[in-house]
């Protein structure tokens, strides 16, 4: 195992993130390394297909209020977990693009996240950690999810 600099975590919030976060949290006292937590959000508008797809056009979303959200409940696990020199971080977008974005703007060397994996390598294909596995330039820790 390399020494690691600076840990990147991505949260999605799932019942699971404790685990990640805790896994990470370890790896970065081990190494004396910064850790950033990212949740990145991503909401696509509702798609109206009685007859073709076309986008709703009744839908509107603060995006504002989303982020705000995200923040508080990115602050609130990190309270609940107890975590030191941590970084958080919440961005709007695409979780893969998003994800490798921050790495390289940030210099991580490690990114932890979760995946269920729950039927074999197929599952994963269109992922968001098969996704990022393939455009990091940099470590990945992928937590087995166990439901």
Partial sequence: MSDYKHILVAI????????VVNKAQDIAKRNHAKLSLLHVIEYLPPIDSVYEPVLANNWLVDEK??????????????????????????????????????????????????SHGRHGINILLGSTANAVLHEMPCDILAIKIVN
């Fill in 65 to 114: 209020a989303m982020l705000t959200q995200a923040k508080v409940s990115l602050e609130s696990l990190s309270q609940q977990q107890k975590l030191q020199n941590v970084e958080l971080h919440t961005i709007p977008g695409t979780p893969k693009y998003e994800i490798s974005q921050f790495v390289k703007d940030h210099q991580c060397d490690l990114v932890v996240m979760g």
């Fill in 12 to 19: 999605d919030f799932s019942k699971s993130s404790i685990e």
